[in-house]
């Protein structure tokens, strides 16, 4: 998958969140949250390995997710203004006042659906295209995840590699399926067109036989 992990904080409160896979992008997490300069609205990235840590932070609310440095910045940057969205849409007022994990049980749910849908869904990619990219996205600038944490703090990113072969076994499935369903028809268009090639090489036999094209000497 694209997108591992996720979480919707108020300052430094996780109200929820949600991992794909085993790994402590959690406690990474919340080292960021702890020490991200300032409370302005801002979206900063910062780099772990070959894993980025994406963050929004808008009217007091910060969405943070971590995506491999292969999904670029446009889809991820899209997931956190959607999960933002939802979140606030959802709850309301309520994200002002909300106890740690007090939308966990079901925002959860939320964010591993559209983490998912982000992650594997090539549909998610065309709608971005067509929104155009984020201006506040291109201006973005990935610094490494030191900047941020203490060295003496700093956490090794340790992440389950069978995520990341799962997301690719899911992609190869969905090509496979793909490339399979584009064949059989490439072959029934085939089929077809030799039915009719038989045919008409069948007619033009039977016209020259039978002496015309309405086969009037077949006919009689």
């Given at each position: 998958?694209?997108?591992?992990?996720?979480?919707?904080?108020?300052?430094?409160?996780?109200?929820?969140?949600?991992?794909?896979?085993?790994?402590?992008?959690?406690?990474?997490?919340?080292?960021?949250?702890?020490?991200?300069?300032?409370?302005?609205?801002?979206?900063?990235?910062?780099?772990?390995?070959?894993?980025?840590?994406?963050?929004?932070?808008?009217?007091?609310?910060?969405?943070?997710?971590?995506?491999?440095?292969?999904?670029?910045?446009?889809?991820?940057?899209?997931?956190?203004?959607?999960?933002?969205?939802?979140?606030?849409?959802?709850?309301?007022?309520?994200?002002?006042?909300?106890?740690?994990?007090?939308?966990?049980?079901?925002?959860?749910?939320?964010?591993?659906?559209?983490?998912?849908?982000?992650?594997?869904?090539?549909?998610?990619?065309?709608?971005?295209?067509?929104?155009?990219?984020?201006?506040?996205?291109?201006?973005?600038?990935?610094?490494?995840?030191?900047?941020?944490?203490?060295?003496?703090?700093r956490l090794e990113l340790l992440v389950d590699k069978t995520a990341n072969m799962q997301g690719n076994t899911f992609r190869f499935r969905k090509q496979a399926r793909r490339f399979r369903s584009t064949v059989w028809w490439r072959n029934v268009k085939l089929t077809i067109a030799l039915i009719i090639l038989v045919l008409v090489i069948?007619?033009?036999?039977?016209?020259?036989?039978?002496?015309?094209?309405?086969?009037?000497?077949?006919?009689?």
């Amino acid at each position: 998958m694209a997108i591992l992990y996720a979480l919707v904080a108020r300052g430094s409160v996780v109200l929820a969140e949600f991992s794909a896979t085993s790994t402590n992008a959690s406690a990474i997490a919340r080292q960021i949250l702890e020490k991200i300069p300032g409370n302005n609205d801002s979206n900063v990235s910062y780099s772990q390995d070959r894993y980025i840590f994406h963050i929004r932070r808008t009217d007091g609310l910060t969405v943070l997710c971590m995506a491999d440095e292969a999904a670029g910045r446009r889809i991820p940057f899209t997931f956190l203004e959607d999960i933002h969205q939802r979140f606030v849409r959802t709850y309301g007022r309520a994200v002002h006042s909300a106890q740690a994990y007090g939308m966990n049980d079901e925002f959860s749910r939320v964010l591993s659906q559209q983490m998912e849908y982000y992650s594997n869904d090539p549909n998610a990619d065309r709608i971005n295209r067509l929104r155009g990219e984020m201006s506040q996205v291109r201006n973005v600038m990935i610094e490494n995840i030191d900047k941020v944490l203490d060295r003496g703090d700093r956490l090794e990113l340790l992440v389950d590699k069978t995520a990341n072969m799962q997301g690719n076994t899911f992609r190869f499935r969905k090509q496979a399926r793909r490339f399979r369903s584009t064949v059989w028809w490439r072959n029934v268009k085939l089929t077809i067109a030799l039915i009719i090639l038989v045919l008409v090489i069948v007619y033009v036999i039977a016209a020259f036989v039978c002496h015309g094209l309405t086969l009037p000497s077949c006919l009689k």
